[in-house]
């Protein structure tokens, strides 16, 4: 009985994604923009290449972010805050943007996602 109990929780999630899910279950585009925004925020670069698509990855890595990122970082100092909202979606892409707030002034970034190997992944740097 509890062995069908824990295959059916873990059934239900799975059934979802194949059959559309791209919000609750696996982590929205939005929360995938917060996620490495973060991470490049208080840079570690190496932590926010797990935000990147498998395409993206081949071109761009830790060494890539810190050069594209750590100029803006020092001029912005600590990071305060981070908002992110979801501007469009669909099946296969989508596009957030984020507000970061950090101790000497604020950022935006908009980055396109792609729904990637089940999980939503960041396409291109903004």
Do not use: C, K
Not at 37 to 50: C, H, I, K, Q, S
């Amino acid at each position: 009985m509890i062995v069908a109990i824990i295959a059916a929780g873990l059934g239900v999630p799975a059934v979802a994604i194949h059959f559309g899910d791209r919000q609750t279950f696996v982590a929205p585009p939005d929360a995938v923009l917060e996620g490495f925004a973060r991470e490049v925020g208080e840079r570690r670069y190496d932590m926010a290449t797990r935000y990147l698509s498998a395409a993206l990855s081949r071109t761009v890595d830790a060494e890539t972010l810190r050069a594209r990122f750590e100029p803006q970082g020092r001029a912005l100092g600590d990071l305060n805050n981070v908002d992110t909202e979801i501007e469009w979606m669909d099946r296969t892409r989508a596009s957030a943007r984020a507000t970061i707030e950090a101790q000497g002034g604020s950022m935006d970034l908009i980055v396109p996602l792609v729904w990637d190997h089940g999980v939503w992944a960041i396409d291109a740097l903004p």
